[in-house]
């Protein structure tokens, strides 16, 4: 069996000093270095084979990050690590203490099509990986093709659609060799929950944007707006992990969702939980009360559900461990996982012919606790995300 980790890690605005990202937002010398010292203590910590990352402004932030993250595992290595000269260099001990470098990972990095002016910048995303990647890295945003969701009021009548042409942020579709196996793993930023409200023309600013004249209703309506957006860039996503696991291959997906594990958008990501028994249902063409599926066509529909659904290696671990709490958000008090690793059945325990397994789930979140992220505006040099990272191992 190989063993590996694969980890995700909102950074939370990562790009170099002295530039302004969002309007009258920008890190000073001396903040940046604080912050890439965070970082790469994090990602010391982690010492994750396959990083995906979100909210990066540019790539050359992130090696600077990546070179101090070695810095410190190297020295860590020369401190603890026992010499060759030693007969017990060779314990378990050591290979849980040891670090290893990133100096021959691959870096893929995805910057954002919506980014623009100093002030009005939009992070994209990366992946690091120990293991390489197979083919090129494949970013998702623009779509070739508009999507159209129609609806229709209860009455019947055509009710108009919704239509996206882009990502608010980039999906990032990677292949990794693994064992004997190749994964694809998917990186995501899904729409964030901050409304989306609209600018009258030659108007400065849209109406609810004036907390002076505080408007719960136009709010309401902003949330909503990205609401929307978030559950369709879901979909999008979902279409993409659909087509690689119809061409039976294993699937990871990680990244920030903006939503927990039961929200409409995390649940379209995942797919269906199967019926407990198909036959009792009455058949999609029933005739009459008494029509329903077919004990056979019950076992098909549950395999054909199961075999396209993802698992929280989040719920894994909670099964595995009778743990009941894990966060990687505690924005306004609140408690949140909007941060997941989602694993195929190619992965899952229950699942006779899976290539592997999770072993272990780690959550690195004390800094959300601890007074490492202070309240604004000194938050922004640490993460306002846990990190999360999954142990697994694979068939060789």
Not at 75 to 84: H, I
Request: overall charge negative; hydrophobic content about 35%.
């Amino acid at each position: 069996m190989t063993r590996f980790t694969i980890a995700s890690f909102n950074v939370k605005n990562l790009i170099g000093a002295d530039q302004e990202y969002y309007q009258f937002q920008s890190y000073t010398p001396e903040e940046y270095a604080w912050k890439e010292d965070w970082m790469a203590q994090q990602m010391f910590s982690m010492d994750a084979d396959i990083v995906g990352f979100q909210e990066i402004f540019e790539e050359k932030a992130l090696r600077d990050v990546i070179t101090e993250t070695d810095r410190i595992g190297q020295k860590s290595n020369d401190d603890v690590l026992p010499s060759k000269t030693k007969s017990y260099r060779k314990k378990a001990i050591f290979r849980k203490l040891g670090y290893t470098p990133y100096g021959d990972a691959a870096l893929a990095f995805a910057p954002s099509i919506n980014d623009g002016q100093p002030g009005q910048r939009r992070p994209g995303l990366a992946i690091l990986s120990r293991q390489g990647f197979v083919g090129a890295p494949e970013v998702i945003q623009q779509l070739d093709t508009p999507l159209h969701i129609p609806f229709r009021e209860l009455t019947g009548e055509d009710a108009g659609h919704y239509t996206i042409t882009r990502l608010s942020r980039p999906l990032q579709k990677v292949r990794i060799p693994v064992g004997a196996h190749v994964v694809t793993v998917f990186n995501c930023h899904l729409k964030s929950k901050l409304g989306e409200y609209l600018k009258p023309g030659g108007a400065e600013f849209a109406p609810e944007a004036d907390l002076t004249r505080y408007d719960p209703v136009g709010r309401a309506m902003g949330a909503l707006r990205a609401a929307v957006r978030r559950m369709a860039e879901a979909w999008v996503l979902r279409r993409e992990i659909v087509a690689e696991l119809q061409q039976g291959r294993p699937v990871m997906v990680l990244g920030d969702f903006n939503d927990g594990e039961h929200a409409v958008s995390s649940e379209i990501i995942s797919g269906e939980v199967p019926f407990r028994n198909y036959a009792w249902m009455l058949r999609h063409n029933a005739r009459d009360y008494n029509d329903r599926y077919k004990k056979e066509e019950s076992t098909a529909i549950t395999k054909a559900v199961l075999d396209h659904r993802l698992t929280s290696a989040e719920k894994l671990f909670v099964r595995k461990s009778l743990r009941d709490m894990v966060y990687t958000s505690a924005f306004g008090g609140v408690y949140e996982s909007l941060d997941q690793i989602y694993l195929s059945r190619h992965f899952h325990p229950d699942n006779e012919d899976r290539i592997g397994e999770m072993e272990y789930f780690s959550v690195f979140n004390d800094h959300l606790t601890d007074g490492s992220h202070a309240e604004a505006p000194y938050n922004k040099l640490a993460s306002d995300h846990g990190q999360v990272m999954a142990r697994m191992k694979i068939g060789d």
